[in-house]
């Protein structure tokens, strides 16, 4: 449950904890599965809890994974799709730098400590890495 853990951080927390990268796994603010059940009414919380804090999109950034045939996939994708459309505090990206979501969507991969590592290096390395 690192991701659901990971996204109320993200929520509650974020004067302590600027950088997220959940994998696999969506957030259950709005209940059990909400990513997908309630994507939109999730990721207006999600930028609700951004905007209450009293920051803003250049204070954090998010770098979310999972892969399609992932049993979280049904409900990350599409609170990642319902982040998008709040530009005003989440800025999707695909280019390092240019924003604060990012979303690695991993063709074929499942829920299993392989694809996870690999979700983890990836991020380590967009985030962090030498150019």
């Keep these: 449950m690192g991701s659901v853990t990971t996204w109320y951080v ?8 600027s950088t997220f990268m959940p994998s696999s796994g ?6 059990v599965q909400a990513g997908g059940s309630a994507s939109e009414e999730t990721a207006k919380r999600l930028a609700e809890g951004v ?16 892969g399609t045939e992932d049993i979280a ?3 990350l994708n599409p609170q990642i799709n319902a982040m998008k459309e709040l530009s005003d505090v ?11 979501l990012y979303y690695n969507l991993a063709e074929g991969r499942s829920h299993d400590w392989k694809s996870a590592a690999d979700y983890f290096y990836d991020g380590l390395l967009f985030l962090y890495g030498m150019e």
Excluded: C, R
């Design 90 to 100: 989440f800025v999707f990206s695909e280019e390092k730098g240019q924003g604060n």
């Design 10 to 17: 993200f929520h509650e927390f974020l004067d302590g904890v």
């Design 73 to 75: 996939y049904p409900m």
């Design 26 to 31: 969506d957030s259950w603010l709005e209940g």
């Design 51 to 66: 905007l209450e804090s009293g920051y803003g999109a250049k204070d954090f950034q998010i770098y979310a994974a999972t």
